[in-house]
Structure formats: C-alpha cells, structure tokens
C-alpha cells in the first residue's frame, strides 16, 4: 500500500513564501516522476510543476521563477517551495506521484491536498 502525505499548506500574505512537502511511503522501488497540481476554487485542477526521477523539471509559465520542486530520491519527498505568492494562486495544492513498485508495474498515487491560501 503507497501513500502520498503532504504537509506545510496555510496562510501566506500576498508576495509572501511557502514551502510544500509530499513524502510517499510504502512498497516503492523508484520513482518515475513526481508532480504538484492545483486547483481553485470553481476552477479546473492545473499542472504547476513535474521532475522526474532522474531530476528533469518543467514548470506551468505561471510560476516559472518563482516556484521550484526539488525532490528527494532517497527519501522519496518532492517539495514545492513558493515565493511571491498572489491572492490569485490560491488554492488546493495536490501532489501526484508515478512510483515503480516491486512488481515492475509503475501506479499512479495522489496526496490529500493541503490548502494554500495567500491573502491580507
């Protein structure tokens, strides 16, 4: 059984940071690629940011330079940490997680979703 468990969502003021961790448990032989999805209220769940196992990142244009997702392969966590926050972003930030199993078949997994919200 594989769980997703995020943590570090909460209030932030507009500009402000916050960073995101999503650790995944259980029988896990790699990770093929790690992701942060959002999703705002009355609005469709959007991509943010991927890396993948070997470490490619690629980023939605909305928060290129502001946001990053390092990822740690050994302890199979991806983070998402946000600077320069707007009122706009927030949100319900889930992570995604593809994980290879010991049985070779790669899975999808999603995480609860913490709740962003960046407002005065």
């Known amino acids: 059984q594989v769980q997703l468990v995020e943590s570090g969502g909460g209030l932030v003021q507009p500009g402000g940071s916050l960073r995101l961790s999503c650790a995944a448990s259980g029988s896990i032989c790699s990770i093929n690629v790690m992701a942060w999805y959002r999703q705002a209220p009355e609005k469709q769940r959007e991509l943010v940011a991927t890396?993948?196992?070997?470490?490619?990142?690629s980023y939605a244009d909305s928060v290129k330079g502001r946001f990053t997702i390092p990822i740690d392969n050994a302890k199979y966590t991806v983070y998402l940490s946000m600077k320069s926050l707007k009122p706009g972003e927030t949100a319900v930030y889930y992570c995604?997680?593809?994980?290879?199993?010991?049985?070779?078949?790669?899975?999808?997994?999603w995480g609860q979703g913490p709740p962003v919200t960046a407002t005065s």
């Open positions: 890396i993948t196992g070997g470490g490619s990142t």
């Open positions: 995604n997680a593809v994980l290879q199993g010991p049985d070779s078949l790669a899975s999808p997994y």
